[in-house]
């Protein structure tokens, strides 16, 4: 019996040392949740152009590129949008500039930091999500990973999307209510 109790005290004491305090999102009223932004190698076969959203041609290939040149994409697999849809359902004024606000409502601001990075060493990739979420002094409020596999015949996208939604998933289960004096 002693022993059962050691294995449960010995599994159960860090989920209680790690586990955040959600409720203390409440304190705040904004969150400002910035686009990732990917970079991207440019290949291009020989004739092949890439054009920005307005048609303009931003790298064109007639022999030879730099190998060192990239081109830039906002939110490809739509992370920035999913987190931002659940912040808004859940009550939050979301924010894409953080520069909307005046002086005195910055300390009612949480900024969130996305990563989106893939683990390739299997045959099916992985999407790895972190989400940070910090007020205005720099101090951590939340904090989580999702990570999912892309399925065979799935798209990455797909894994984002699942990888989101398990990094979000206790800020899923939150009853928001703003309230300042927490």
């Known amino acids: 019996m002693k022993y059962l109790f050691s294995i449960l005290f010995i599994l159960i004491f860090p989920l209680i040392l790690i586990s955040q305090n ?34 303009n041609i931003k790298y064109e290939k007639n022999k030879t590129i730099e190998s060192s040149k990239t081109y ?28 909307e606000l005046k002086p ?18 299997f045959s099916l990739a992985k999407a790895f999500v972190s989400l940070t979420i910090t007020n205005c002094k720099q101090e951590i409020v939340f904090s989580n990973t999702g990570s999912a596999r892309r399925k065979v015949f799935g798209s990455n996208q797909d894994a984002c999307s699942r990888a989101v939604k398990m ?11 703003f309230d300042p004096k927490k």
């Open 104 to 121: 005195e409502e910055l300390c009612l601001l949480l900024k969130c930091t996305l990563k989106n990075d893939w683990d390739n060493t």
């Open 22 to 55: 959600i409720e203390e999102l409440n304190k705040y009223k904004y969150i400002y949740i910035p686009t990732l932004n990917y970079n991207h190698p440019v290949t291009l076969k020989k004739n092949e152009t890439i054009k920005d959203a307005n048609g």
């Open 167 to 177: 990094a979000l998933s206790e800020i899923e289960k939150l009853q928001y209510k």
């Open 72 to 99: 830039t994409t906002e939110d490809d697999y739509h992370i920035c949008s999913q987190i931002r849809q659940l912040f808004l359902s859940k009550g939050f004024i979301v924010l894409t500039d953080a520069n």
